[in-house]
T-cell receptor
Framework: KNEVEQSPQNLTAQEGEFITINCSYS?????LHWLQQHPGGGIVSLFM???GKKKHGRLIATINIQEKHSSLHITASHPRDSAVYIC?????????????FGQGTILTVHP | DAMVIQNPRYQVTQFGKPVTLSCSQT?????MYWYQQKSSQAPKLLFH???????NEADTPDNFQSRRPNTSFCFLDIRSPGLGDAAMYLC??????????????FGNGTRLTVT
């Protein structure tokens, strides 16, 4: 069982819809990363959060450290939001530079 | 804009022919990482530098080497590429080593094809 689990694995939406992607993790961490990767492209760091909620434009990320759960929301989705969204948790221990990645959520937004 | 730049964007090499991928950063970050990402898989950490200290992941093949001549540049050398080394190679930086305290900044990646 992966230490970082995302759901759903695939998500299709119509333009304008509100989107939620969930992430649960079993490792003990104090922060979680949300990343975005467009097809064939590099990775963009969207959020790193350790508590509460962060907002950037139409993207909102929330985290509950005690419940080991985080969500990424996209309001008023747009076709350009189509990408793979990945949550990643620091691996901890002596490997502080390491991230454990979720399997990613493939989001497709249709016009 | 401060950023992480990888060159080239696409690289084709022949089986067994050494190849070097480059990464530069204008963020003045202490830590630089190299990840390998194969199709439909999560990125896999190969190694990282914390300043000049090199840290190799235990399962990184000996075929992969890295150099960091200064803060700004980091190179990935593949001594004898095999077909299984075809992948996207991602460079990333962070201000501090702990990924609990600092986000990662990724480059656009170099897609390596081995013929």
């Amino acid at each position: 069982k992966n230490e970082v689990e995302q759901s759903p694995q695939n998500l299709t939406a119509q333009e304008g819809e509100f989107i939620t992607i969930n992430c649960s993790y079993s490792v003990g961490i104090s922060a979680l990363h949300w990343l975005q990767q467009h097809p064939g492209g590099g990775i963009v760091s969207l959020f790193m959060l350790s508590s509460g909620k962060k907002k950037h434009g139409r993207l909102i990320a929330t985290i509950n450290i005690q419940e080991k759960h985080s969500s990424l929301h996209i309001t008023a989705s747009h076709p350009r939001d189509s990408a793979v969204y990945i949550c990643a948790a620091p691996s901890g221990g002596t490997s502080y530079g390491k991230l454990t990645f979720g399997q990613g959520t493939i989001l497709t937004v249709h016009p | 804009d401060a950023m992480v730049i990888q060159n080239p964007r696409y690289q084709v090499t022949q089986f067994g022919k050494p190849v070097t991928l480059s990464c530069s950063q204008t963020l003045n970050h202490n830590v630089m990482y190299w990840y390998q990402q194969k199709s439909s898989q999560a990125p896999k950490l190969l190694f990282h530098y914390y300043d000049k200290d090199f840290n190799n992941e235990a399962d990184t093949p000996d075929n992969f080497q890295s150099r960091r001549p200064n803060t700004s540049f980091c190179f990935l050398d593949i001594r004898s590429p095999g077909l299984g080394d075809a992948a996207m190679y991602l460079c990333a930086t962070s201000r501090v080593l702990s990924t609990q305290d600092s986000p990662l900044h990724f480059g656009n990646g170099t897609r390596l094809t081995v013929t």
